[in-house]
């Protein structure tokens, strides 16, 4: 398997606040990391994917402004929150994929981060 | 019609027993496949992957992939109560954009001792 780590795993803020997650990819390069919200018994929701050295791309519904994402080198991606709301609260979850061959890649899903704003 | 079809409601398959999920994709030139696990409040993770035709096995996994019916399948053979997971069908290929997943709402699985 590959490992992909996130930090922090949890997170309690203020509203207003702003909240950066980080997600690595600690043994192989990964070109696209994907971002994920996931609420408590609901499915994984895509948000962004984010690109090496390129700008994000967004989903519909979902406001760049507010969720800044940077992927700055072959291994790390972030995710800022930005004025962060109640309703921002929830498991922020990453993704990072892997090629093993030509035609061929995996996501490797790393442990996720709750974020709680009060 | 959905990108990726996971239908059956919760499985409840006693101890030992093989637990059996099956899943439909739209796409027809999707190229990868996969089956995660997730357990109540962690993220997925993945247990196989396969990318053509016929069985993979993995342990007491074994995925099985048939192109032409746009299936794919999961076998979980001697079922323990650390199967009790959230079992989520992902399909990839290149009509979907940036090569992200396409995922299924998932299989709840519930092994009884």
């Known amino acids: 398997g590959a490992v992909v780590s996130q930090h922090p795993s949890r997170v309690i803020c203020k509203s207003g606040t702003s909240v950066k997650i980080e997600c690595r990819s600690l043994d192989f390069q990964a070109t696209t990391m994907f971002w994920y919200r996931q609420f408590p018994k609901k499915s994984l929701m895509l948000m962004a994917t984010s690109n090496e050295g390129s700008k994000a791309t967004y989903e519909q519904g979902v406001e760049k402004d507010k969720f800044l994402i940077n992927h700055a080198s072959l291994t790390l991606s972030t995710l800022t929150v930005t004025s962060a709301h109640p309703e921002d609260s929830s498991f922020y979850i990453c993704?990072?994929?892997?090629?093993?061959?030509?035609?061929?890649?995996?996501?490797?899903f790393g442990p996720g981060t709750r974020l709680l704003v009060l | 019609q959905k990108e990726v079809e996971q239908n059956s409601g919760p499985l409840s398959v006693p101890e030992g027993a093989i637990a059996s999920l099956n899943c439909t994709y739209s796409d027809r030139v999707s190229q990868s496949f996969f089956w995660y696990r997730q357990y109540s409040g962690k993220s997925p993770e993945l247990i196989m992957s396969i990318y053509s035709n016929g069985d993979k096995e993995d342990g007491r996994f074994t995925a099985q992939l048939n192109k032409a019916s746009q299936y794919v399948s999961l076998l979980i053979r001697d079922s323990q109560p650390s199967d009790s997971a959230t079992y989520l069908c992902a399909v990839n290929g290149p009509t979907h954009g940036n090569n992200r997943l396409a995922f299924g709402k998932g299989n709840q699985v519930v092994v009884i001792p």
């Open positions: 993704s990072a994929r892997k090629f093993i061959g030509a035609l061929q890649e995996t996501q490797y």
